[in-house]
C-alpha cells in the first residue's frame, strides 16, 4: 500500500507542476492576456481505483482505496498537445513525446517537468 501511495503522491505533484509551469508560461508569453484555465478543487477524502471488470494492464489491479490528505486544484480540461507545442515553441523547449500516437488536440503526455 506504501508503493502505490507513494506513486500517486508523485504524480499529484508532477500534475500540480506542470500546470503552474504552463500558466506560468502562458502569462510570461502575453502579458496583455492572461491565459488562466478554468481550474476544480479536488478535496481531500478517500475513493476507489483499478480494475473492476479485468481487462487493463495488471498495474491497475486489484481495485484499492487511495487517500488524498489535502485538497488541490487542477485544470478542469487536459492540456493537448497543440497548447503545449505552442508553449514548447515559445520557450525554446523540446515538444513532449507522443509515441506516434498522434497530437493536436489529444491530452499531452509524457511531460517531464523541469527540463529544458
Not at 508553449?87 to 489529444?106: F, K, M, N, P, V
Amino acid at each position: 500500500m506504501q508503493k502505490i501511495w507513494q506513486a500517486h503522491k508523485i504524480t499529484g505533484l508532477a500534475v500540480l507542476l506542470l500546470l503552474v509551469f504552463i500558466l506560468t508560461i502562458l502569462i510570461a508569453c502575453n502579458k496583455d492576456e492572461y491565459l488562466i484555465p478554468e481550474m476544480v478543487m479536488v478535496k481531500a477524502g478517500n475513493f476507489q481505483m483499478g480494475d473492476e471488470v479485468g481487462d487493463l494492464w495488471n498495474g491497475c489491479r486489484p481495485v484499492h482505496t487511495v487517500t488524498l490528505t489535502y485538497d488541490f486544484w487542477v485544470g478542469k480540461y487536459p492540456i493537448t498537445f497543440a497548447e503545449y507545442d505552442d508553449s514548447c515553441q515559445s520557450t525554446e523547449r523540446d515538444q513532449a513525446y507522443d509515441h506516434l500516437w498522434g497530437r493536436e488536440e489529444r491530452p499531452v503526455i509524457y511531460v517531464i517537468p523541469g527540463l529544458p
